[in-house]
């Protein structure tokens, strides 16, 4: 496994097609690293490391709030490291990038693949011929990488080679076979992706905030 670090082009690459594929402000250069406002009820804005950096532990020290995540590509004991008192850190991912080809988008009978799309991120659904969700992923097309983002198989249809054709039809909108491919993947998705010639460039780990006790 990779001890950690990607070059900061290729992560604000990744962070461009996430923006792109969830409909969020691109990311900004900041403190070393990116910020990306997400302004969301559970996460109003989250912090994104290249490599490791003192930098890191200079923002946590501003930081009074748990909806300001900090993330980076290092083992979250490195990233642990550099923080003050009063934050948790937990392995979260790993980011993963690929030059192959995109699987084959062959569909399992039985079942539908249903797409959203806008000029540089969509979404695609498969479900079953009377309607059931199955599995969903979404995709963001920036101009140094295709994204995929949030791909699931619900438990009650996994091994049947759904993520696979999820994965093919996502990666049909690449359109430019020399755009790098990139995610951020999880212990369990990691295998799928690793079946399917993927690489882990890293690991990716996160930093939250604990709340004050009021008072």
């Known amino acids: 496994m990779p001890e950690g670090g990607v070059a900061p082009a290729l992560l604000e690459a990744w962070l461009t097609g996430r923006s792109l594929a969830r409909g969020l402000p691109l990311p900004v250069a900041s403190h070393g690293g990116f910020r990306v ?6 996460e109003l804005r989250r912090w994104v490391f290249p490599t490791a950096d003192m930098r890191i532990g200079e923002l946590a020290g501003k930081i009074d709030s748990p909806r300001e995540p900090i993330k980076a590509c290092i083992p979250a004991r490195d990233l642990a490291g550099f923080l003050p008192p009063g934050w948790d850190v937990q392995d979260t991912g790993y980011f993963m990038h690929c030059r192959c080809t995109p699987a084959l988008p062959d569909l399992p009978d039985g079942f539908v693949a249903r797409t959203e799309q806008g000029d540089d991120s969509g979404r695609i659904d498969i479900a079953t011929t009377d309607g059931m969700l199955a599995a969903r992923g979404f995709w963001g097309r920036g101009a140094e ?12 249809f996994r091994r049947r080679g759904l993520g696979k054709a999820l994965m093919g ?8 076979d020399d755009l790098p491919q990139l995610l951020v ?29 009021p008072g």
Not at 37 to 42: L, V, Y
Not at 148 to 156: G, K, L, N, P, S
Request: no cysteine.
């Open 37 to 42: 406002d997400t302004n969301g009820a559970a």
């Open 145 to 156: 990488a295709f994204v995929y983002d949030r791909i699931v198989v619900d438990t009650a």
């Open 185 to 213: 993947a999880t212990e369990e998705g990691r295998l799928l992706y690793l079946s399917l010639g993927w690489e882990v460039v890293s690991p990716y780990a996160t930093a939250l905030r604990r709340e004050r006790p």
């Open 169 to 176: 039809l996502i990666g049909r909108n690449r359109h430019a």
